[in-house]
């Protein structure tokens, strides 16, 4: 998994894939910020976890090269993302297309990009949700594995929508997960493709 902050998503695909029928183990976490939070929620879980920090690097393309190169050490199949606030270069979304997963707290295609829970409030939207969708190289915009949708109630602020948001991500993650490990959806000619 790759991650930037507090984890809870992380945490979420852990407790899942403690199932014995589980068909996706969480093998490696990197993060970019050395005080991720999410840090100790794998080394809690005994998870190997990495800090690449992208500062160190003199291009989006070298830093995702890094990580790709910590990815192909650990043999890592599949990537998951969990507010990973960096957005990769061509190079490394052509490279894992198909394998790249991303949680966004919205109902994509609407409000991409940041602060996107006052970006619903702001439009008087009745609901919201979030979206586990396939990486491609454009921000926010691959197609849709799984939605949840929530209400948008009188009185909401953004950390309000957010917490009954985030309820359903930790839902809908592991079964997005579970359907991309089982190659019950995968991506074909751009689109989700699923098989029964
Ligand atoms: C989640 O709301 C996710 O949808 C967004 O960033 C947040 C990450 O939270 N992309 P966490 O680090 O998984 O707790």
């Known amino acids: 998994m ?11 695909l852990i407790d899942a894939a403690k199932a014995p029928d589980y068909p996706a183990e969480i093998a490696l976490v990197i993060s970019n910020k050395e005080n991720a939070a999410g840090l100790c929620v794998a080394q809690n879980a005994g998870i ?6 992208h500062q160190n ?6 830093f995702d090269r890094a990580i790709d190169m910590a990815l192909r050490e650990a043999k890592i199949d599949l990537v998951a993302e969990a507010g990973f606030m960096r957005i990769h270069s061509e190079w ?13 707290p919205s109902l994509l295609p609407l409000f991409p990009g940041i602060r996107v829970h006052q970006q619903a ?3 008087g939207v009745k609901e919201s949700g ?20 929530v209400p948008v109630l009188p009185g909401d602020t953004a950390e309000t929508l957010a917490a009954r948001i985030l ?3 930790h839902k809908i993650y592991p079964q997005a997960l579970k359907l991309v490990a089982e190659k019950k959806v995968v991506l074909k000619d751009g689109k989700s493709v699923f098989r029964t």
């Open 2 to 12: 790759l991650i930037s902050g507090r984890g809870s998503n992380l945490q979420s």
């Open 48 to 53: 190997p976890a990495r800090v690449i920090p």
């Open 57 to 62: 690097y003199e291009s989006r393309e070298a």
């Open 92 to 104: 490394f979304a052509k490279t894992w297309e198909g394998k790249l997963l991303n949680i966004h």
């Open 121 to 123: 409030l702001d439009a």
């Open 130 to 149: 979030c979206t586990v969708h396939f990486i491609v190289h454009e921000l926010d915009s691959g197609p849709t594995i799984a939605q949840a949708a």
């Open 167 to 169: 309820v359903e991500e």
